[in-house]
């Protein structure tokens, strides 16, 4: 059954997104159902205007009417495809010529909900040291600062994990002209757009860095991994900035270093040596062990904290950065004055630069700068800059044989899914072993018929459970298409994948998943190495 959204929409939606929903969500019973899973629409933005911060009301005159949009039910094979188009697979050799490896191969994938999509991932190998780096980039007001994270933190992050010796040969590599011995091998889907254009810029900014580095290290002196991990961030978000600030000849490269700096974008990363998970968190993003207890269940294990207005330590941190007078406005309607829901981003330079600098780089800047509304406004309240961080919060964890796997994601998917559901729905998958939970209707009225369907249904996935070849993509699938009693429901999931653009970041967010599985074996062993 097609059915079509009223031709009256608001100029400024974000507003009018519960009132939209509702209507659109009411003309389909199937989706309908299921509105408090995707949690409230007006947290789907992540940076406002601060026009829209400030109203709540909005008189008539500001509609226009638009076509009507449809959606149409998709085949099995159309779901898959749309599902699919962005997935990814890694699996790691055991012995990889260097020492055993912890990690047995990962899994990824994308789905967009913003036209294009906001989100990045990343993927690679450490060549001159050891460890593997797993990233999901958030980005929001454009998708610019997320991309040029994808590009470039692994290599900031590789570059400060580098000995003092190896950091002098890079330089005298470079100083003689010969050829640079790689530095990370590079996992990447053919989708995940590479910027040739910026590479000598990038390249030089991040060689000014290590030159740093050889300046501040000793020969001999080995880099501590939480401290690289720390440095890496933060180096690079000011490099960010301080590109934007000295601008560049080339026009296209002038125009991309702004976007970058006043687009923004959070960051999780992993990194993974042997027996050692570092996991290092900027923003809403989120890494998740999946630990499987004795009877085989598996339990979620969060190794990040969001950086939010749910977070009180993060509350009190930034209230304490700031004057007693700001304690009203620094934080407003659980967003960063009234704005920004992140509490740290990379980028986001509305937020870090004083007023005179914004003004003297957007004036000197292109006149396209000026055509993107983010650029435009000043925050309110906007008194004791900068009032955001880029610089990570690190954590720990020594892996155990019983850690089987790790979900890093994008807040799209938290979002839709409970830690504990995605945490059982991977391990149900990787392990094939299905936790016969008893079947619960939620406190809705169910004949016996329904009941019945919902049996008949749960035996369906048991012989259906393989249909996808990814972790990553089976996760995406349950989280878009479950319904309320936490199963795929197809013509649910055909729903919402056949939105049109223009409403598709109403229901959702961008998600994106990058899942590791772990060698409980190889663990084991370097557990009991360890301990003798």
Known sequence: MAWSVPSVMPVTSKLFRGWLRTKILSSSPIICQHQSHFGPISHRHRLIHPSLSLHHHLPSRQYQTTPDLHSYTLTPPQVNSILKANEYSFKVPEFDGRNVSAVMGFDSNQLPANAPIEDRRSAAICLQTRGMLLGVFDGHAGCACAQALSERLFYYIAVSLLPHDTLCDLEAAVEAGRPLSPILQWHKHPHDYFSREAQTLYFNSLRTYWQELIDLNSPGENPDTREALQNAFKRLDNDLS???????PNAFLHYWVLRVAFSGATACVAHIDGPDLFIANTGDGRAVLGVQEE?????????????NAQNDNEVARIRGEHPPSERKTVIRQDRLLGLLMPFRAFGDVKFKWSIELQKRVLESGPDQLHENEHTKFIPPNYHTPPYLTAEPEITHHRLRPQDRFLVIGSDGLWETLHRQEVVRIVGEYLTGVHQRQPLTVGGYRVTLGQMQELLDGRK????????DQNAATHLIRHAVGNNEFGTVDHERLSKMLSLPEELARMYRDDITIIIAQFNPHVIGAQQQEVQS
Do not use: I, K
Request: charged share 20%; aromatic share 8%.
């Open 242 to 248: 301080l590109e934007a600030q000295v601008g560049d």
């Open 295 to 307: 009877d085989g269940s598996f339990s979620a294990h969060t190794l990040s904290n969001d950086h």
């Open 460 to 467: 369906a996935r048991m012989s259906s459970a393989f249909e």
